[in-house]
C-alpha cells in the first residue's frame, strides 16, 4: 500500500506519462489499436477428458493479462502476469500447473495492452503456433471501455469475433484446451475507485470513460450509462459461456472473475483499475481452480 504522502507524487507521474505520449491501456479511450430399423444409428462423438495437468500454455487477451500498471505508472509487468507470470508474489496459472522451472521455457504470452476481442484471432495464430496443451483468454473488458457507449463493440460482432479466434485456433492445434475467463465487473471497480480521490484523477486521464467519466456524477444520464456498460459485459459473458459451451476442448470460468469482489489491495494504486500483484494471484488462484477441477463449472 503506498503511503499518502506519494500518492500526490503518483499523480504527477501518470499525468507527465500521458502527455509525453506514453503507450495507453485497454481502457484509455478504447480505440487501440438417427433411424431405426435397418440403418444404422449415427453414433455421437465421445466428450473427450479434460487434461488436469497440461503440460504448456500460451495466453491471449489485453492488458490484465500483460499485469499492466501492476509494477510501475503506465507499463506493462508480464513477470507478475496471472497466467505466465514468474513472480513468486503471483505464483501464476504457468507456474501452479508446469512448475517455475518448466514454466519459463513452456509458457508464452501473447496478450497485447489496448487489445479487444477483434484482436484474439491473430493473437490465437501465435499461440497456435507453439502448439500449447493450453491457452488462456481473457478479453473483452476494452470492448465495453470506449469513449461513448455508442461504440461498444455490439454483442453480436463480439459473438463471430471470438468464434473466429476459436477457429484459428482449431485450424492449427486442434485438442488445445481453452481455458475463458469471464470479464470482470466494470462496476464495481467504478463503485470502489470513487471514493479515492487519486483514482478519480487518474480516471480522468481517460480510463474507461464509458464507466468510469465523470466518477462523481450520479443523475440519471450517468445512470444509465453505466449500467449500459454493465449489461453489456454481461452480455459479453454469456457470449463466452455459450461459445465455449460449443467448442469440446473449452472450459468457461463459470463467472468466478466476473463475480470477484476485487477490493482495493486487488487492485493498482497507479489507476484503481487493472489488478495490482494481488489480484492478478486472486485470477491465478481461479485459473487454477477451473482448470484442475474435475468437472467444468455449470
Not at 182 to 189: A, G, I, Y
Not at 255 to 265: E, I, K, L, Q, S
Amino acid at each position: 500500500m503506498r503511503k499518502r504522502s506519494q500518492r500526490g507524487r503518483a499523480v504527477a507521474a501518470v499525468v507527465a506519462a500521458v502527455v509525453l505520449g506514453a503507450a495507453g491501456c485497454d481502457g484509455i479511450g478504447g480505440d487501440s489499436p438417427g433411424a431405426s430399423g435397418g440403418q444404422r444409428r449415427a453414433t455421437p462423438s465421445p466428450t473427450p477428458s479434460w487434461n488436469r495437468s497440461p503440460d504448456s500454455l500460451a495466453a491471449v487477451g489485453d492488458s490484465i493479462t500483460r499485469g499492466f500498471d501492476a509494477c510501475s505508472v503506465l507499463s506493462d509487468c508480464p513477470e507478475v502476469s496471472w497466467a505466465t507470470g514468474s513472480s513468486t508474489a503471483v505464483d501464476s496459472l504457468a507456474v501452479r500447473l508446469l512448475g517455475r522451472a518448466r514454466a519459463a521455457s513452456h509458457s508464452w504470452n501473447y496478450a497485447v495492452t489496448g487489445a479487444r476481442m477483434a484482436d484474439l484471432p491473430d493473437q490465437m495464430a501465435q499461440a497456435a503456433a507453439r502448439k500449447p496443451e493450453l491457452v488462456t483468454v481473457l478479453a473483452g473488458a476494452n470492448d465495453a471501455c470506449r469513449r461513448t457507449t455508442s461504440r461498444m463493440t455490439s454483442v453480436a460482432d463480439f459473438r463471430s469475433q471470438f468464434e473466429e479466434a476459436l477457429r484459428t485456433l482449431r485450424a492449427r492445434a486442434p485438442e488445445a484446451q481453452v481455458y475463458v475467463a469471464s470479464v470482470p465487473d466494470l462496476k464495481r471497480l467504478w463503485s470502489l475507485g470513487r471514493t479515492d480521490p487519486l483514482g478519480k484523477q487518474v480516471w480522468k486521464l481517460g480510463i474507461c470513460p464509458s464507466m468510469l467519466g465523470d466518477a462523481d456524477a450520479l443523475d440519471t444520464a450517468a445512470d444509465q450509462r453505466r449500467n449500459a456498460v454493465h449489461e453489456r459485459v454481461e452480455a459479453y459473458n454469456e457470449v463466452l459461456k455459450e461459445v465455449c459451451a460449443e467448442d469440446r476442448h473449452c472450459r468457461y470460468d463459470g463467472g468466478a472473475v466476473h463475480d470477484y469482489r476485487f477490493g482495493a489491495d486487488q487492485l493498482s494504486h497507479w489507476d484503481w483499475f487493472h489488478p495490482s500483484r494481488e489480484g492478478q494471484a486472486r485470477l491465478a488462484e481461479i485459473a487454477y481452480r477451473t482448470v484442475t477441477a474435475e468437472k467444468p463449472v455449470t
